[in-house]
C-alpha cells in the first residue's frame, strides 16, 4: 500500500455502497417486479453485490437475459421506472441510509471546514433526492452525476470537474469508492484513493488489484484514516 503525505483538503465519495447503503431500495423494487411477473424472487445477496454494476446487470441477473437485447433494456426501463416511483415515495419509511460512521464523519469535516462531496454514475434524478432525503442538501459542496459529464467513472472527468466546483486540486483529494472503476478515475486524477471493503463487492473481485492508496473495512474507519494522515483542519472563522 502506497503512502502519500500531504494536506488534505477534500473528501469526496462514491454514492451507493460508499456513502449510502441503496442496496435494500433494488432489492424491494426487482422483488416487486418478479412478484408481479410470477417470477422467483432472486437471492437479495445477489442483488446488494451487485449494485454497482447497475441496472443491466441487475435486470440481467434477476430475469436472465442477454447482455445487449432488447428485452434487457425494456426489463431496465421498467426497472428505472419502478425504481424512480418507489424513492420518490412522500414519506416514504425506510429510505437508503448512510452507512454507520459516515454522519459523525460528515458533521467532523464540516465542524473542520474541509470540503465533500459525492461523485457518482447514478443519475442526478435519483442521487440528489437520495442527499435529501438523508437531510444533506445544505450540507455537500459539490454532487456530479452523469448528467454532467461526457464520460462516466473510470474516467477521471467526473473527479476533475469536482475539483473545478470546489477549488480544489487534486492532489489535496481524497476519493472513496467500492469499486474499481472508483480507484481508476481517482488514480487518473491524482487524487489519493480509498478502497471502501464494506461495499458491493462481488465475489470474484479482488481489491488488492486495485492498487488504491488505502483500503478500508468499515465506514467508521475514514476518520481514523484521515487522522492518521497528513491532512489539513483549518477551523471555521466565527
Known sequence: MKQKNQNIKAIFFDLDGTLMDTASDFI???HQMQ???RKPLIDPE????NVSEGSRKMVELA???EPGTQALEDKRNELLDCYDRHINKVNRASPAMLYQGISTLLNTLDEKGLIWGVITNKPESYASLLIEQNGLTDRIKTLVCPDHISRTKPD????LLACQQTGVS???CLYIGDHVRDIEAGRAAGM???AALYGYILDDDDPAQWQADHTINQASD???LLESMEWQLPRRNH
Open 28 to 30: 424491494s423494487v426487482i
Open 35 to 37: 412478484t408481479q411477473d
Open 46 to 49: 445477489v442483488i446488494y453485490k
Open 63 to 65: 430475469y436472465q437475459l
Open 156 to 159: 477521471p472527468e467526473s473527479l
Open 170 to 172: 487534486p492532489e489535496q
Open 192 to 194: 489519493t484513493t480509498v
Open 222 to 224: 475514514i476518520l481514523p
